[in-house]
Each structure stands twice: as C-alpha cells, then as structure tokens.
C-alpha cells in the first residue's frame, strides 16, 4: 500500500528535550516536506527537499533540522524544542512537487 | 515571498446549496493552485488543483477557476452534502522552477446543515 508514515504519532516532552519525528514514504517520491499546523494559522511549511541531499527552507524554518540522506526518508530534529513549537506536524510527499500525499500526523506537545 | 489570502474563514450552508471559497495570492510567479480538503482528525487530501495555463476545470460537483490578471482563485462547490463538511485549504506555488514552496491559505471550515 503507498503510505507516507509518521512517528511517533503523539509527543509529550520538555522544553531542550532533543527529539526527532521520523517520516517514510515507500512511493519512491523525490520531493517531501515538512508542515505545521496550528489553528487560525493553516499549514505552513518548515523545511522541504527536492532529492535526496537537498533541503531548502520553507516559510517557519528557524528551531527545526532535517536531512535526506535517503530517498526515502525525512526526518525532522527539533535540537532544543520550546512550547512555541507545541503543533500538530505533517510530513508529505510527492512525485512532482504537485499533488502532496500526507502522512498521519504527529501531535506534539513541548511543556 | 508569497503569500496566500482565504476567505471566508467560516461557512455555512444548507445541503443542496454551493458553496465558493476565494484565494488570492501576491506572486505573479506562482502557476500552480491545488486545494486541500481535511475533515476532521485527517489528513489534508487534494481535491483538485489548476495550473497557470487554464482558466477553469472542474471534477463532478467541485471546479476551480483561476484569474491571472487578478491574481485570485476560487473553489465551487455545487450541490453540497454533509460530507462535505471539512476544513478547505488553498495553495499557491512555482512549479518547474527550483522553487518548492508550497504556501496555504489559512482554511475555511465548510459546514453543510442537513
């Protein structure tokens, strides 16, 4: 089944707890991303990658790392995560750039 | 950069009315304009998009249309159903370019009344 998956699905850590969500698609996918979400605000974009070894930033970059060392794979590494990052977080793929596939979601919570 | 106003930010309608939500976005370099449906506790999922080289398309009860010169964009939705009831994201982006923004509007929370 063509899948983008996310984990973990739910987080609760403490602020300058070093964490990472994973994220997979097995659609051999060239371009993915990262979004947040937060209510009023819509999904704005964190990071995105084209290829592998290739990542731009998007419109909310600052407190968040990825990399793409595999095609595979994106992961996202908040290094010292605040409460003001407290989201629900998607990961998405796509062929082309055009239509995104979504993955589940990962709630987070940063107290 | 760009940016991507929606309106409206609520709306409501009886079942078998339409329904339109309007975008408008800053960047006469974007030429990519997809929209998103999420219902509640999902996940967004494309419902249809439009490129920069057509005016309209539609896909049984929803089309796009699409003002270049305007720089706005529009979903309709005929005949609505309670199904439809969801949160509504439109997007703007610079397909073919390096560019891989993607930017949202910040929703519209379509509910249908039976």
């Known amino acids: 089944e063509a899948q983008v998956t996310q984990n973990p699905r739910y987080l609760i850590t403490v602020t300058g707890k070093k964490l990472t969500v994973t994220c997979s698609q097995n659609?051999?996918?060239?371009?993915m991303s990262w979004y947040r979400q937060d209510p009023g605000l819509g999904l704005r974009q964190i990071y995105y990658?084209?290829?592998?070894?290739?990542?731009d930033k998007g419109d909310v970059p600052e407190g968040y790392k990825v990399s793409r060392k595999e095609k595979r794979n994106f992961p996202l590494i908040l290094e010292s995560p605040s409460p003001n990052q407290t989201s629900l977080y998607f990961c998405a793929s796509s062929h082309d750039s055009y239509e995104q596939y979504f993955g589940p979601g990962t709630r987070l919570t940063v107290t | 950069g760009e940016n991507v106003e929606q309106h409206p930010s609520t709306l409501s309608v009886q079942e078998g009315d339409s329904a339109v939500i309007k975008c408008t976005y800053s960047?006469?370099?974007?030429?990519?304009f997809p929209w998103y449906k999420q219902e509640l506790g999902k996940r967004p999922q494309l419902i249809i998009d439009i490129r920069s080289n057509v005016g309209e398309k539609k896909d049984q009860r929803i089309a796009v249309t699409l003002n270049k010169t305007a720089k706005h964009f529009s979903l309709h939705i005929t005949e609505t159903q309670p199904e439809d009831s969801a949160v509504y994201f439109c997007a703007a982006s610079q397909y073919g370019g390096s560019q891989g923004n993607l930017i949202f509007g910040k929703g519209t929370k379509l509910s249908v009344k039976p």
């Open positions: 960047d006469s370099a974007s030429n990519y």
């Open positions: 659609m051999n996918h060239e371009y």
């Open positions: 990658s084209m290829n592998v070894e290739v990542t």
